[in-house]
């Protein structure tokens, strides 16, 4: 896999950090506009970067939180189409939580299931626990 060179790798990691940091405090909108601009200096088809998956994550995260699920999707949508992005536990948790509140509920049930089986009971203790309340009406844990 190409790497990105080193500076520019730098300041993606920078500010996607100054984001971790606005949206820890509740500040998504803010934490949003460092994940675009980190995203923006991927050169080329951003979709081969690897760092292009985690931003992606990071700025539907931030969707999610704001409740902008159709922007949340599509960033999720285009996580899972760059390196390592299928098959992340996250994303499919993000995903189901999602279909959850737009009451896709056999969606979210299904990506519910996949984040479980990815990443087991932990990856569902920081959010609201409806989310494990419901998958536990759907599987055996």
């Not at 940091?21 to 998504?28: D, E, I, R």
């Amino acid at each position: 896999m190409t790497e990105l060179p080193e500076e520019i790798y730098a300041e993606i990691t920078s500010l996607s950090k100054q984001g971790d940091h606005l949206a820890k405090l509740n500040k998504y909108e803010e934490a949003k506009s460092m994940y675009v601009s980190a995203l923006k200096l991927l050169p080329g088809d951003k979709n081969i970067w690897e760092a292009a998956t985690w931003l992606y994550v990071a700025i539907g995260d931030t969707h999610f939180h704001l409740r902008n699920y159709d922007k949340c999707f599509k960033c999720f949508y285009n996580a899972v189409q760059c390196p390592e992005g299928l098959g992340n536990p996250f994303i499919h948790l993000r995903l189901g939580q999602m279909y959850y509140e737009q009451g896709d509920f056999e969606k979210a049930s299904d990506e519910l299931i996949r984040a479980h089986m990815g990443a087991g009971l932990d990856i569902f203790m920081e959010d609201d626990p409806k989310y494990l309340s419901f998958l536990e009406t759907k599987i055996k844990i």
